[in-house]
Nanobody
Framework: QVQLVESGGGLVQPGGSLRLSCVASGSIGPLNIMGWYRQAPGKQRELVATMTSVGITDYAGSAKGRFTISRDNAKNTVYLQMNSLRPNDTAVYFC????????????WGQGTQVTVSS
């Protein structure tokens, strides 16, 4: 069984930065996609950024140029560096790992709150 544990959320002023981390325990396989989604109150969960096990990235338009996803495959860890944060970035951020083989199977973390406010 795969478990994801996120950390790094919190309260930050507009224009500030935060770094989220997510560690996956268990077997996520050599072929996988790790990434971040977010859900604001009253809205659907949406993609923020993903990165495959071979380094291919995908970003939401709102994240491009401000957020950077990275990962350490040896540690089964994915990071999200968020810069120039805006109030509309406020949401619960969820870590996701999609194991492609055997699979595909999706795993989700419990979420970490990010609040951007002055």
């Amino acid at each position: 069984q795969v478990q994801l544990v996120e950390s790094g959320g919190g309260l930050v002023q507009p224009g500030g930065s935060l770094r989220l981390s997510c560690v996956a325990s268990g077997s996520i396989g050599p072929l996988n996609i790790m990434g971040w989604y977010r859900q604001a109150p009253g809205k659907q969960r949406e993609l923020v950024a993903t990165m495959t096990s071979v380094g291919i990235t995908d970003y939401a338009g709102s994240a491009k140029g401000r957020f950077t996803i990275s990962r350490d495959n040896a540690k089964n860890t994915v990071y999200l560096q968020m810069n120039s944060l805006r109030p509309n970035d406020t949401a619960v951020y969820f870590c996701n790992t999609k194991r492609l083989f055997p699979g595909p199977i999706d795993y989700w973390g419990q979420g970490t709150q990010v609040t951007v406010s002055s």
